[in-house]
């Protein structure tokens, strides 16, 4: 997928995750999140030749180059990406039960990053 691509993706899962409820679907949003960032974060990846379009990361802790080495309209997606990471791995691998702030908290993340991105 092209930069494109990812950013259009992503813009219909986050259009999807609007439709939910912080309190009953917290983990779906906080998930669903996650997957927005997947391509936010690797359209950004490649609309600055950092990676080519056949080239993806799943999650910023898969990334292969440096965050130091990122660009600098690169580094705050990277950033936000990696935040989102945390809060999946706090919620939705592990036995920990978000509230529905955590859905609340994700979805502002999620809104911060698309922006970055421009898809937002």
Excluded: W
Excluded at 85 to 97: G, I, L, T, W
């Amino acid at each position: 997928m092209n930069a494109e691509q990812h950013l259009e993706k992503a813009r219909q899962i986050l259009a999807g995750l609007a439709k939910l409820d912080p309190a009953a679907d917290t983990l779906a949003i906080i998930d669903g999140t996650m997957i927005a960032g997947y391509h936010l974060g690797n359209g950004a990846l490649h609309a600055h030749g950092v990676t080519d379009a056949a080239t993806h990361f799943n999650t910023p802790s898969k990334f292969e180059v440096p965050p130091a080495t990122l660009p600098a309209a690169v580094k705050p997606v990277y950033d936000v990406f990696a935040e989102l990471e945390a809060m999946r791995s706090h919620y939705v691998r592990s036995p920990n039960q978000p509230g529905a702030q955590a859905a609340v908290d994700a979805r502002l993340l999620m809104s911060r990053m698309a922006k970055l991105c421009g898809a937002g």
